[in-house]
């Protein structure tokens, strides 16, 4: 029976997008404004709502893409990159250059799972992270 709903889960989920996202865990994303030709870098948080996990073993993979103007040190990291990934919460830290002034758009996309007990819910996130260049 649980397996069953678990798989009901996916499918609801696959329909609906990453609106049903926030029902199993926060996604956030931020970065400080920065200076053109300056290092600086963004952070993606996940921490799972109440009574589930982080997915240990699932293959999590953050993509992200750099809007004109902006050059990223790596587009793409996996579970093993991140610089905290616990059942309780995760975080990226994605690094990146600004070449001209103005604001600036990341997008990206975000894939782990979340677990409750042995059911396991795989989750996309949308990521955007607005940074202002000055």
Do not use: H
């Amino acid at each position: 029976m649980k397996r069953t709903l678990a798989i009901a889960a996916l499918l609801f989920i696959g329909s609906v997008g990453t609106a049903v996202a926030g029902t199993y865990a926060t996604v956030t994303a931020s970065a400080p404004a920065t200076t053109v030709n300056v290092r600086s870098t963004a952070k993606i948080s996940i921490v799972p709502s109440s009574g589930f996990r982080l997915n240990m073993e699932y293959p999590t993979k953050l993509v992200m893409v750099a809007p004109s103007g902006v050059t990223m040190e790596k587009a793409a990291q996996v579970r093993a990159e991140a610089v905290k990934f616990e059942e309780a919460s995760a975080e990226f830290v994605v690094a990146f250059t600004a070449s001209s002034v103005g604001k600036k758009t990341l997008t990206g996309e975000l894939k782990y799972a979340v677990c409750k007990a042995a059911d396991c819910i795989p989750q996309t996130a949308k990521v955007a992270i607005n940074v202002d260049v000055k």
